[in-house]
T-cell receptor
Framework: SQQGEEDPQALSIQEGENATMNCSYK?????LQWYRQNSGRGLVHLIL?????REKHSGRLRVTLDTSKKSSSLLITASRAADTASYFC????????????FGTGTKLQVIP | DTAVSQTPKYLVTQMGNDKSIKCEQN?????MYWYKQDSKKFLKIMFS???????INETVPNRFSPKSPDKAHLNLHINSLELGDSAVYFC?????????????FGPGTRLLVL
């Protein structure tokens, strides 16, 4: 299975601290995406990183990709209470068609 | 304006019943998806359609039948509902298929089978 696994499963930090979540996957990929899911809502796309990219930034988000280790990390800097949500990585396997596989998710709680 | 909408938002029904969930996207996307999210938040793709044509059909019981009357709509019909079907079902769309495109998700339909 290509399913990614996020680590940690749950993370609780104080507002203002940085939060780091990791994603590991099993087979070669074309792209890796990160999504956020607020409680009771659908997923919202955050950032996409291609397999030939190593790092990408978007606002307070920083994503890294290490294809040799088949892993990615999502860093949220200066966290806010509104960042409280579950975060999922999603990968598409090389050679695959239209199938994106989501990881198991990290539940982040930011305490005000 | 809701980009991807689903109805109903909540669905409570008895085992053995047949139910449908509707999905519409107004983004002009060519590809639509159905996902199932279980109680452990594991999100698994069920079906994917591109321009009304079935592209992905994961290992899903044939009690689940998707229907795409046009590329803006992808409905999910479930026959003979079972307890294990209880989950949150998400519809999503993207401009094209594959992982290079952002997927836009609907708000989800919470199905509870009693």
């Amino acid at each position: 299975s290509q399913q990614g696994e996020e680590d940690p499963q749950a993370l609780s930090i104080q507002e203002g601290e940085n939060a780091t979540m990791n994603c590991s996957y099993k087979t070669s990929i074309n792209n890796l995406q990160w999504y956020r899911q607020n409680s009771g809502r659908g997923l919202v796309h955050l950032i996409l990183i291609r397999s030939n990219e190593r790092e990408k930034h978007s606002g307070r988000l920083r994503v890294t990709l290490d294809t040799s280790k088949k892993s990615s990390s999502l860093l949220i800097t200066a966290s806010r209470a509104a960042d409280t949500a579950s975060y999922f990585c999603a990968t598409d396997a090389s050679g695959g068609y239209q199938k994106v596989t989501f990881g198991t998710g990290t539940k982040l709680q930011v305490i005000p | 304006d809701t980009a991807v909408s689903q109805t109903p938002k909540y669905l409570v029904t008895q085992m053995g019943n047949d139910k449908s969930i509707k999905c519409e996207q107004n983004l002009g996307h060519d590809t639509m998806y159905w996902y199932k999210q279980d109680s452990k938040k594991f999100l698994k793709i069920m079906f994917s359609y591109n321009n009304k044509e079935l592209i992905i059909n994961e290992t899903v019981p044939n009690r689940f039948s998707p229907k795409s009357p046009d590329k803006a709509h992808l409905n999910l019909h479930i026959n003979s509902l079972e307890l294990g079907d209880s989950a949150v079902y998400f519809c999503a769309s993207s401009q094209a298929g594959g992982g290079k495109e952002t997927q836009y998700f609907g708000p989800g339909t919470r199905l509870l089978v009693l």
